[in-house]
Nanobody, 127 residues
Framework: QVQLVESGGGLVQAGGSLRLSCAAS???????????MGWFRQAPGKEREFVAA?????????YNPDSVKGRFTISRDNVNNTVYLQMNSLEPEDTAVYYC????????????????WGQGTQVTVSS
């Protein structure tokens, strides 16, 4: 089993920042560094959308330009099995439940197919 636990969500004013974390664990997840990791989000009444992904090595980072707009940064710590999403200049449109995901590659993860998923953390941006 793979367990992904998100944290760091909350309520923030527009223009503020949040840093989301996702801790990975599980008996079949002994090689965190072999997985691509990423973030998705789902706003009320909308479909889940891809936000960002990072390769197993941390070298390749993929972003959804429509949602990120250069404001978010994904990173990972393969020693502590954790992936992060630094979100700056937050806008009310960023309000959503943010989900952590693990997949076999950035492209596969981005497709949403076969990913392992966390339970999500709520981010609310007030205007």
């Amino acid at each position: 089993q793979v367990q992904l636990v998100e944290s760091g969500g909350g309520l923030v004013q527009a223009g503020g920042s949040l840093r989301l974390s996702c801790a990975a664990s599980g008996r079949t997840f002994s090689t965190f560094s072999s997985y691509a990791m990423g973030w998705f989000r789902q706003a009320p009444g909308k479909e889940r959308e891809f936000v960002a992904a990072i390769s197993y090595s941390g070298v390749v980072k993929t972003y959804n330009p429509d949602s990120v707009k250069g404001r978010f940064t994904i990173s990972r710590d393969n020693v502590n099995n954790t992936v992060y999403l630094q979100m700056n200049s937050l806008e009310p449109e960023d309000t959503a439940v943010y989900y952590c995901a693990a997949g076999t590659s950035n492209s596969v993860l981005r497709s949403g197919q076969g990913n392992h998923w966390g339970q999500g953390t709520q981010v609310t941006v007030s205007s």
